[in-house]
């Protein structure tokens, strides 16, 4: 069974940074483009930024320059390091994992940026 499972998330103070991990349980972890979803109070979920299996990424607009994914594939790991966040930031992150016809989300993290 497949299981992607975020942690890092928390409590933070405007201007603060986070990190955030996903440890995947896939068994080729590195063909897939993984990615960070956010889905604020009352919103959608939205795609924040993803990274292909060679390391190309893409970002949103609202964290473009703020927020950096990286991945890991000896630990089946992908990271969101977030940096100068907003309250506009709070919601919860989720992971995805994607390959044609295939696709895993985690359960997510909550990231509140609050004073």
């Known amino acids: 069974q497949v299981q992607l499972v975020e942690s890092g998330g928390g409590l933070v103070q405007p201007g603060g940074s986070l990190r955030l991990s996903c440890a995947a349980s896939l068994s080729m972890f590195s063909i897939y483009v993984m990615g960070w979803y956010r889905q604020a109070p009352g919103k959608q979920r939205e795609l924040l930024a993803d990274?292909?299996?060679?390391?190309?990424?893409a970002y949103a607009d609202s964290v473009k320059g703020r927020f950096t994914i990286s991945r890991d594939n000896a630990k089946k790991t992908v990271y969101l390091q977030m940096n100068s966040l907003k309250p506009e930031d709070t919601g919860v992150y989720y992971c995805?994992?994607?390959?044609?016809?295939?696709?895993?989300w985690g359960q997510g993290t909550q990231v509140t940026v609050s004073s």
């Open positions: 990274i292909t299996s060679g390391g190309s990424t």
């Open positions: 995805n994992a994607r390959y044609p016809r295939t696709e895993y």
